[in-house]
């Protein structure tokens, strides 16, 4: 299956015997509709009536984003829906158990923020102080988290998520050579490119938590970590929590390391306060992050590789399942 990264401003999108025709300045290419599961949106991208009617026909996944990479929206047609998980979904808000899955969710988040940092550790030899204080600092965390009887309050969670954010975004520039400018996590906007891939990176993972959340009959606005903030897909956001390390900042390493790209390959946004990813850039970062998507890995509670796209599916799956059947069987998917 292929996966449509539409970023040229121009670029028209039309139907044509049972494939898209996308041309962009005169040159125009054809893929099947049978052998696209996925459409990346930029601003600029025209779609004809016809086009967008046989994306919906078929249920291809069109995401749109904004100019800075954060998710505007997507194509819905008609799908199923499971009034059971949305029922216990509302039952459950503000309750206990709504927090001990949010504890959950966060714990995965910090697992896998711990072992990106440790990958450094082991590479620079434990030279590094500060990155071995902040792998300390953030065991302390996730251990009292594991140990708790009873789950911490919302504002107590997020305190605690809060601060090992701060120290493994700070810890994370020891994976970056000076030139990025990295010190730690911006956004609204990104100050320096690392954070601009970094705010790409999790639009796009959004979106696709997002059409998980919906093809299992999840709501995506009402979370249990995020809670019920209006207008903002909540839950998605606590879903995300976990693959944030593992999709996108790996992404982002990955392709920092590859020094296929410096920091000319990225320019200053039109108002003049922060940084956005070139063209480019761009797409070579999509095209990383599409291979990291696609990429497959041992998935324990099935015992069998899946790619990260159908983990996600399968961990929105199980949140359905804990949450009708009011069980904790949730486990964050946590690298190695």
Request: aromatic share 10%.
């Amino acid at each position: 299956m292929t996966t449509l990264y539409l970023t040229e401003p121009g670029t028209m999108i039309r139907y044509r015997n049972e494939s898209l025709l996308i041309t962009r300045k005169q040159k125009s290419t054809n893929y099947r509709l049978a052998e696209v599961d996925l459409l990346v949106v930029l601003p600029g991208v025209q779609f004809t009536d016809v086009a967008i009617s046989k994306l919906l026909d078929h249920g291809i996944e069109t995401i749109f984003l904004r100019q800075d990479g954060n998710f505007r929206g997507r194509l819905q047609g008609d799908f199923s829906t499971n009034p059971a998980i949305r029922i216990s979904q509302y039952r459950i808000l503000d309750s206990a158990f709504g927090m001990a899955l949010a504890q959950k969710l966060v714990m995965g988040k910090i697992r896998n923020q711990r072992v990106l940092l440790q990958r450094r550790n082991r590479a620079s030899q434990r030279q590094i102080g500060e990155l071995a204080e902040a792998i300390n600092l953030i065991n302390t965390y996730s251990y009292n988290l594991d140990a708790t009887s009873t789950p911490l309050s919302r504002s107590e969670l997020m305190g605690v998520e809060g601060i090992c954010a701060r120290t493994y975004y700070q810890a994370l520039r020891y994976w970056f050579p000076p030139q990025w400018n990295f010190t730690g996590r911006n956004r609204r906007p990104p100050l320096d490119p690392i954070n601009a891939l970094m705010s790409w990176g999790y639009g796009v993972l959004s979106a696709r938590v997002f059409a998980a959340c919906v093809q299992v009959g999840l709501d995506p606005y009402l979370g249990f970590f995020h809670a019920t903030e209006p207008y903002r897909p909540n839950l998605v956001l606590d879903l995300m929590e976990e693959f944030r390390p593992v999709v996108v900042d790996q992404t982002v390493i990955s392709i920092i390391q590859s020094d296929v790209l410096t920091p000319e390959d990225f320019h200053t946004s039109p108002d003049g306060a922060g940084v956005w990813v070139g063209d480019v850039a761009k797409k070579l970062f999509l095209a990383e992050l599409d291979k990291q998507f696609r990429n497959t890995v041992l998935y324990p509670p099935q015992n069998r590789h899946l790619s990260m796209s159908q983990i996600i599916l399968e961990q929105a799956r199980s949140l359905g399942r804990c949450l009708v059947e009011l069980s904790l069987n949730y486990e964050a998917f946590v690298i190695k």
